[in-house]
């Protein structure tokens, strides 16, 4: 059976913010596996509860952007001063970690500020410098004390892998870099100063993160749902989807995962060998109601230690009080894992638990509602030293081939929903230009 056998056109693959956001410049049918569109900025909701997929927040300062969630598809927003803290050492500070380390043992403080002031003599000046991993960029930029108690530990946990196997190129604005007087300042005082791209952020007042997504619904973009595509037939530019139906394209835009694109189509085995190349992490989200009322007052908390399972939690209600039932809390912790690796839910649920009653966030006492565990196969892509040349290499084919990648996964980049919403706006216009050119 092919469902839009006579006319080829522009199919997009992934109803995510970026496949929501090609349809929506630039039209085209989008084809979606899950049974709703939003990919990773879904909300799901249970029992009253509404929770995201790991921590969403739109931090956002492109125009265009707020002014099409915002004005065009009507999103309501509430703006937020970001309250996140690291916990360690039995103590939390202030994110982050390397302009607030007032509080921590002096000993502590004392190691981070010398070894600060140290790398910050050793580097003045030499601003062009190349570093070979992201670990030598840390120990560069913040010296050996501030890498040893947080830098480094954190990102094992978070990307895990060594810092040692990235390089340092998808850090931009991510790591907040704090000037030696703030540091001075961060390590004598509690500061009030923020850092980092979300000290503000907006968040919807209703439907979790989803509303981002809805709102393209809204908007006019119809999905297909339930269409996992199971082969991509290059030469015939044919897709099969598992239900037995097909669709025919002109342009195909991709915005799954790109070694999953490279799992469907027939590829010549160098395409292949990039693809295995390329690393990414998993992410487990843990989401807990609470049968207690203001359980915490603040967004999120980091957790660099090991003995704790999550490398961060945050709690819905700060974001929205929309996001549970009244007089009730909840918790969403983040637990990552190396790519594709399986993790024991049930374990991991109990450990969660235990975690949160050792580090004081939860009491013996307190009555879990309701236990929701989501897991993500594809977390973030890790940018380690072989990602640049693979990706390269798959990109050129594809593209060779009408096939155009796009978003997180499809282009296989650090990429925020705001990125994700502008690289499907892009990618619909070179669509366009491709069916403009008649390129085949
Ligand atoms: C834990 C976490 C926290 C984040 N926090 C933030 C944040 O605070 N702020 C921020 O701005 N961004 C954040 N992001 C990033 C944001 O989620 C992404 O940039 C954005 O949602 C990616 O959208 P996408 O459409 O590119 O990918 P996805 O949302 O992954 O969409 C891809 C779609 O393709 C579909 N698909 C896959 N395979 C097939 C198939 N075979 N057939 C048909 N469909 C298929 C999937 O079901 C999915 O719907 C976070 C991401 C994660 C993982």
């Known amino acids: 059976m092919t469902m839009q056998g006579k006319t080829p056109e ?139 108690h947080f830098m480094v530990p954190y990102a094992e946990k978070f990307w895990t892998v060594s810092p040692k196997e990235m390089t340092t190129d998808w850090l931009d604005v991510r790591v907040p870099m704090p000037t030696l007087e703030e540091v001075v300042e961060g390590a004598l005082t509690r500061q009030t100063k923020g850092f980092g791209p979300n000290i503000k952020f907006r968040y919807p007042t209703v439907n979790g993160i989803f509303e981002l997504a809805e709102s393209f619904v809204r908007g006019g973009v119809n999905v297909f749902l339930n269409k996992t595509a199971i082969q991509v037939d290059l030469e015939r530019k044919k897709i099969t989807f598992s239900d037995g139906t097909s669709c025919s394209y002109e342009v195909l835009i991709s915005t799954i995962p790109l070694p999953e694109l490279v799992r469907l189509s027939r590829v010549p085995e160098p395409i292949v060998a990039a693809a295995e190349r390329l690393r990414y992490n998993s992410i487990l989200c843990v989401n807990l109601g609470i049968d207690r009322d203001n359980l915490n007052a603040n967004h999120w908390i980091y957790f660099p230690e090991k003995e704790y399972s999550f490398f961060r939690i945050s709690f819905l209600k700060n974001f929205a009080a929309s996001m549970t039932p009244g007089g009730k809390s909840s918790i969403s912790a983040e637990i990552a894992y190396s790519g594709g690796q399986s993790v024991n839910k049930e374990q991991i649920v109990e450990r969660v638990v235990e975690d949160l009653v050792k580090a004081k966030i939860l009491l013996q006492k307190d009555r879990i509602d309701l236990v929701d565990v989501r897991d993500m196969k594809y977390g973030y892509v890790i940018y380690d030293h072989d990602r640049e040349q693979s990706l390269k290499m798959i990109k050129n084919f594809f593209r060779k081939n009408s096939v155009l990648v796009a978003g997180r996964y499809g282009n296989w980049e650090y990429q925020w929903m705001d990125d994700a919403i502008l690289d499907g706006k892009k990618v619909a216009e070179e669509a366009s230009d491709f069916v403009a050119r008649g390129v085949k």
């Open 10 to 148: 522009t199919i997009i693959l992934g109803a995510g913010l970026t496949g929501l956001s090609a349809a929506y410049h630039g039209g085209g049918t989008v084809y979606e596996k899950s049974d709703g569109p939003g990919g990773k900025c879904i909300s799901p909701k249970i029992d009253g509860y509404t929770f995201d997929l790991g921590i969403h927040v739109l931090h956002t300062r492109n125009e265009y952007v707020l002014n099409l969630l915002q004005n065009e598809l009507k999103v309501d927003f509430i703006m937020q001063d970001r309250a996140a803290w690291i916990y360690s050492h039995e103590t939390l500070t202030h994110y982050p970690f390397q302009a607030n380390t007032f509080g921590l043992p002096i000993p502590i403080v004392k190691e981070c500020l010398l070894s600060f002031i140290h790398a910050y003599q050793k580097s003045n000046g030499s601003k062009s410098h190349v570093y070979h991993n992201y670990e030598d960029w840390i120990n560069a930029h913040f010296g050996k004390g501030i890498a040893k």
